[in-house]
């Protein structure tokens, strides 16, 4: 039985799996042996110079490709929602004939890979699904991270690939040296500061903060963010306590924090650190008044924390499946209707799974506003956009760019969570009737250093 | 390509050299480190080897860019391998540390490139001269432990590389990943892109790399690697410097790894202090790579390097929808190969030519010299 034919076929089988699916190389549709992107477009405000792949040529067949890396597995697998919203939305307007761009029509077409959460992965997978020359894929779409969106921001920059709808909300996505990368309709974290820091003003003028942030540029973006606003009041930052980027572990943070005589919380964590944090924090007898990070709103990670988050705070710009009074929304309904059509296993009560919806309509419009199918004026598209009533945005939030201005949410409204019971449809319930917009104003409140590194 | 030929016509001599050369040795029937080779053998040898130099001459040629990078990564894991093999392979220490020491190499290059200004074929040497001097001072203490012991305190160096990092390094995003731009790596010849130069230049660090350690390992230095992997006491006695040899080698060793390290960097684009386990994993590849290939010979690592990246990339996506299977599948491919070749392809290669050289000769003219008698 273990004669050497069984070797010798066991030993083939084994190598067949190293010389399968290597394909030729095809020198024909390499956009970049001509002189790449040395003509300026007219009237263009970004800088096509140095591309490496000439961002004026126009998309070839009918299909504009998408890519995008986010975290769909293990501890971080909670991004992964993000996408079920935008590939149903996408699947709806390919079905409805494509997406319109100068006359013609186009079906998009998406490919992602799963990154951990990990900046390197990130970076190696949107190496690979872009190219070495950009030649694989049109744009990158709702990259998720901070640190990762940073990881892939030079390179997309030098190929001139556009990096759409970065999905965080780091100032720096907003930075006017990278005009091919831009943010979502996500509220830059430096507003969360404000919008805490306007909330204790109400509520405790003389508040002792405790921070918990994540060790990077997330994590310095709520730390310089916050800090920026409360200038010039009586509210102080007793302790600041970082934890390892993508950790799901904080109890000895929240220790440490809980210990500072702090009576207001900021828990700038994310992923399974944010609700860890409040658990923590309950378990501690530590009851400040806190606000979570925007990205920690989701279903699945409040879900996490159940009773111990009661009564945080936090903002947004989306209506909430989960909150009853947009039942008979109809954008709500639309949402909920074709999504669980396209996408059966998405959680339809996630917001996050609406936000992932709501960046695929807003891209949807910026193609369909640009003058070309290129990657030039798709950019140039986003650079100078305005739209509101798309998605699932709630009424009256307009997303706006142009003139210098690269943040697309920049108004928003303070909610708190209501625990009723496990099981319970609990929610966040909007405070007031009232948006803040502060349209135009990020780069004033955001110290400087946050946008431009 | 030089080593290729060269090496693959030396190869039976030091290939299976745990076994081949340990008998004539003990039995004192050969007293030679190399026994003679069938003329046959040594043609076929000569005729794979210019087959592959040929095929890795035309690769890049052929293949899209990122095939292309895939080889060029099979071509650095290939020369950390090759440093491990000497440490390993010839004179016998395990180190499940040298991820650190690539990680080291990378972060080197990377550093010097952003931070300094340097070009990146300068840094390389940089990062031999830093890994050379690592090495040497890790392989002192090294010397107190060996086996099991040893692999275990280079396995703390792996771990430790990652944290290390994540607390010196502040890069892009504010994490431990320090990525250089892609100008940095333009290709220097005109007609070759960017990916064939990337390849072209590490298969020449490759070639040189090789043709050293394959110079290394025939002369007296490395009998003397030898004879301490194989019989500690005896090599003593016979008058090798026990710890010269181990220190020497762990440096170059080290340094073998470095320059992998170094052209991660170009590859891959980037140098990456995020992942705690990653520098583990590198060290458990680059141990594969040799295993797989075969340990002690001197194609081994290349062709190891070069079935272990594409073995990790075949099976990502052989079945559409269950990714999740692609580690196991990866697993049990290895698994296969080091069980049904357990000397490793380049072990078994060697194994099956030898043997056809003897049937023929045994079949055709008498043979004017005696054969070896290797039968088991």
């Known amino acids: 039985m273990r004669g050497p034919k069984f070797r010798i076929v066991a030993a083939l089988l084994a190598l067949a799996l190293v010389g399968a699916a290597c394909s030729g190389r095809d020198d024909d549709d390499t956009a970049t042996d001509e002189d790449s992107g040395g003509e300026e477009a007219a009237g263009s405000s970004i800088d096509t110079a140095d591309c490496v792949a000439d961002p004026t040529a126009e998309i070839e067949g009918d299909e504009i490709k998408l890519v995008s890396s986010y975290p769909q597995s293990g501890a971080t697998a909670a991004f992964s929602q993000i996408a079920r919203g935008w590939k149903a939305y996408f699947q709806m307007v390919n079905e409805a004939g494509g997406v319109e761009i100068a006359g013609n029509n186009y079906t998009i077409v998406t490919e992602d890979k799963d990154d951990q959460y990990n900046p390197a992965t990130t970076a190696q997978n949107i190496d690979e699904l872009v190219g070495a020359d950009g030649e694989n894929a049109f744009a990158t779409f709702s990259v998720v991270g901070t640190a990762n969106n940073l990881a892939i921001r030079d390179q997309l920059g030098e190929l001139c690939v556009p990096n759409l709808f970065a999905a965080t909300g780091a100032p720096i996505m907003g930075s006017e040296d990278y005009p091919w990368t831009l943010g979502s309709s996500l509220s830059p974290y430096s507003l969360e500061g404000k919008a805490f820091a306007d909330l204790l003003a109400e509520q405790n003028p003389e508040a002792k903060v405790a921070m918990l942030v994540q060790d990077d540029d997330f994590g310095t973006a709520y730390e310089e963010g916050f800090q920026a606003a409360i200038e010039g009041t009586d509210i102080e930052v007793v302790k600041v306590e970082k934890y390892a980027t993508g950790a799901a572990e904080v109890s000895a943070q929240i220790t440490s924090l809980a210990a500072s005589g702090a009576d207001a919380f900021f828990n700038g964590g994310t992923l399974l650190a944010c609700p860890d944090a409040l658990t923590k924090a309950a378990a501690a007898g530590w009851t400040p008044i806190t606000w979570i990070s925007a990205t920690c709103t989701s279903k699945t990670l409040m879900g996490v924390a159940g009773q111990a988050g009661d009564g945080v705070y936090s903002y947004t710009n989306l209506k909430d499946p989960l909150n009853p009074d947009f039942d008979a929304d109809p954008a709500m309904q639309e949402y909920r209707e074709v999504v669980a059509q396209y996408q059966p296993e998405a959680d339809l009560d996630n917001a996050i799974v609406g936000y992932g919806w709501t960046q695929a309509a807003l891209l949807v419009q910026v193609l369909e506003n640009a003058e070309a199918p290129t990657r030039l004026a798709v950019m140039e598209s986003m650079h100078n956009f305005e739209a509101s009533e798309e998605g699932v945005l709630l009424p009256g939030v307009t997303v706006h760019t142009g003139d210098g201005d690269n943040f697309l949410g920049e108004a928003y409204q303070t909610m708190q969570y209501e625990f009723e019971a496990a099981g319970a449809r609990n929610h966040f319930v909007l405070i007031g009737t009232e948006l803040t917009d502060v349209e135009g104003e990020t780069l004033d409140l955001t110290p400087e250093d946050l946008i431009n590194g | ?376």
């Open chain 2, 1 to 376: 390509m030089t080593t290729e030929q060269t090496g693959a016509a030396v190869g039976p001599a030091i290939g299976g050299a745990p076994v081949d050369t340990a008998a004539p040795l003990a039995s004192g029937a050969r007293p030679g480190l190399f026994p003679p080779v069938p003329r046959q053998v040594t043609v076929a040898k000569v005729i794979i080897g210019v087959v592959l130099s040929a095929a890795a001459l035309y690769a890049p040629f052929y293949f899209e860019p990122t095939i292309n990078r895939v080889l060029s990564q099979a071509i650095y894991i290939a020369i950390a391998a090759m440093g491990l093999n000497l440490l390993t392979g010839f004179t016998g220490q395990v180190s499940i540390g040298h991820g650190a020491f690539y990680g080291v190499g990378a972060f080197t290059s990377a550093i010097l490139m952003i931070d300094y200004g340097w070009t990146f074929e300068v840094t390389i040497l940089a990062s031999v001269v830093i890994n050379a001097v690592l090495g040497f001072l890790i392989g002192v203490p090294a010397l107190r432990v060996r086996g099991l012991y040893l692999a275990l305190v280079t396995l703390g160096l792996a771990v430790l590389f990652p944290r290390v990092a994540q607390k010196f390094v502040d890069g892009t995003g504010g994490v431990a990943l320090l990525r250089p731009p892609r100008s940095d790596f333009s290709s220097l010849i005109d007609g070759l892109a960017d990916d064939q130069w990337a390849y072209f230049l590490s298969l020449a660090i490759m070639v040189v790399l090789f043709i050293l350690a394959w110079n290394l390992v025939r002369g007296r230095v490395g009998r003397a690697m030898i004879a301490v992997r194989d019989q500690e006491i005896a090599a003593t006695t016979v008058g090798v410097n026990l710890a010269g040899t181990k220190v020497a080698t762990f440096a170059i060793s080290a340094a073998y790894a470095g320059v992998a390290g170094s052209l991660s960097v170009m590859i891959d684009r980037l140098a990456d202090g995020t992942n705690p386990i990653l520098y583990f994993q590198r060290s458990i590849e680059f141990l594969v790579a040799m295993t797989i290939g075969g340990a002690a010979t001197m194609l081994g690592p290349a062709v190891g390097a070069l079935v272990l990246v594409l073995l990790r990339r075949n099976t990502e996506d052989l079945i559409e929808g269950k990714e999740i299977l692609a580690p196991a599948l990866y697993g049990a491919a290895l698994i296969a190969i080091v069980f049904v070749l357990p000397e490793g392809l380049v072990g078994g290669v060697n194994r099956l030519l030898a043997r056809l050289g003897r049937r023929s000769s045994a079949k055709g003219r008498p043979p004017t010299r005696p054969i070896p008698d290797d039968s088991q």
